[in-house]
């Protein structure tokens, strides 16, 4: 596996003071944001100088019951070859349910089930069969626990990267987080999984709102995290570690102050050792029995039921399954709109303007949001959310509703819904809501 040095996340708000930082071994771009004919000029600049970049997955929910979308996987393996990638990185997470089909815009933990890890290494080998560089797989912060859950995160990640190969790339600020928020032993955690896996390490900040623990990315590091960072250091030399800002960004000075301490905790040393031998989806395949496929199907199955479940109940409204901690479950629904309606504002910017500002565009958003889960991305949900407020002659400014208007109609490609139409659509809305 490559030494990869310290590094950054790579963000457009702070391309100018990334090229400026001092020191700046590698950076990580978030897989889905880039284009592999279109590549950001300070990009390219940065790879010409011989900075090495990482895409880093968000969409592909290798945690789900369903199998890896090939279109997904060709699009992220397309990336890999145009940054010229050593590796390429996603998460150990669900993030949709295709029955129903609802699209949580974060990532969710996976049950620490039997089930849940069959389901997990079959996902992962076709993944790996189908990308051009190694795959690491990041452990992320949660709200929630499952219930029922059969392995510890240690025990999850140590058979993962038994059966398949796959590398590791532990967030040390999400093992933090899941101390405060699951009462998980960060130590224990290190302790027990194969350290020589290890691809690289995520370092960020976050803040506490009432015992519970927000994996922000928007605040400085802090020391907790770089003293978790510290006792990974003191088990292994990692080949990597990354600072990653998403939000709120801080001056040039303070990035590589920040990039300063993480170097010095992590005290890189050289190349790391070899890494594990891969298992491919065709070796898997030759040394399982001839039930195995029915059985995976079977798993496939629960897993799908109890993840619906769960995300139904944070985006829909449905009742929180049994088991859970009900308090938490509203945390995290709460979360998850607030993200939901934050970037829906950054990728439709006009709509705040339009709504009267952020406060009004908020109020409104969180409002439809309650009545309906996201199906479609960020940008799709912003044109459903236009056609909300259009159906019910929202908003009630009629030079403000002819703006909405012509927004909506220039990039849905069709004339607004007439009135008719509109109240058909708010009937079976509220018939729906009845049911």
Request: aromatic share 4%; glycine share 8%.
């Amino acid at each position: 596996m490559a030494h990869l040095g310290v590094g950054i996340g790579w963000r457009p708000e702070i391309a100018d003071a990334v090229e400026r930082l001092p020191g700046l071994d590698w950076v990580e771009v978030v897989a889905e944001n880039i284009c592999p004919g279109h590549l950001p000029e300070p990009l390219l600049r940065l790879r010409e100088r011989g900075v090495r970049v990482v895409p880093h997955g968000v969409s592909l929910g290798l945690g789900g019951a369903e199998r890896p979308d090939p279109e997904k996987l060709a699009a992220l393996a397309e990336r890999a070859v145009a940054l010229g990638a050593p590796l390429v990185t996603e998460h150990i997470a669900f993030v949709r349910t295709a029955s129903p089909a609802l699209e949580a815009g974060h990532l969710l933990p996976v049950q620490r089930t039997r089930d849940a890890l069959d389901v997990l290494c079959e996902n992962v080998r076709i993944a790996q069969d189908a990308l051009p560089v190694p795959l690491a797989l990041e452990n992320i912060a949660a709200l929630i626990s499952w219930p029922g859950e059969e392995l510890t995160e240690a025990q999850f990640l140590t058979e993962l990267v038994e059966r398949t190969g796959v590398r590791l790339l532990i967030d040390v600020a999400n093992l933090h987080t899941n101390r405060v928020n699951r009462g998980e032993d960060p130590a224990a955690v290190l302790d027990a999984i194969p350290l020589e896996a290890l691809a690289y390490v995520h370092v960020a900040g976050g803040v506490e709102r009432n015992g519970v623990w927000h994996d922000t990315h928007a605040h400085p590091v802090p020391p907790a995290v770089l003293e978790l960072l510290a006792q990974l250091r003191s088990r292994v030399a990692p080949p990597g570690v990354l600072l990653e800002r998403d939000d709120d960004f801080p001056p040039e000075e303070e990035l590589a102050a920040e990039l300063a301490a993480i170097r010095a905790t992590a005290s890189l040393a050289p190349e790391a050792g070899p890494a594990p031998t891969a298992v491919t989806a065709a070796d898997a395949a030759a040394d399982a029995d001839g039930g195995e496929p029915v059985r995976l199907e079977a798993a496939r199955t629960r897993v799908g039921l109890e993840q619906a479940a769960l995300l139904s109940a944070l985006v829909a409204g449905t009742p929180v399954p049994e088991g859970f901690d009900r308090q938490r479950v509203r945390v995290q629904a709460r979360a998850l709109a607030a993200k939901r309606a934050s970037v829906v504002a950054k990728v439709a910017p006009e709509l705040p303007g339009i709504l009267g500002g952020s406060d009004a565009f908020r109020e409104a958003f969180l409002a439809y949001a309650r009545t309906r889960p996201m199906a479609g991305g960020y940008r799709r949900d912003a044109l459903d959310f236009a056609e909300h407020l259009l159906v019910r002659d929202l908003p009630a400014d009629p030079a403000a509703r002819r703006r909405l208007t012509d927004w909506w109609r220039d990039r849905a490609g069709a004339r607004p819904p007439r009135r008719v139409v509109r109240w058909a659509r708010a009937a079976r809305a509220l018939v729906g809501r009845a049911a």
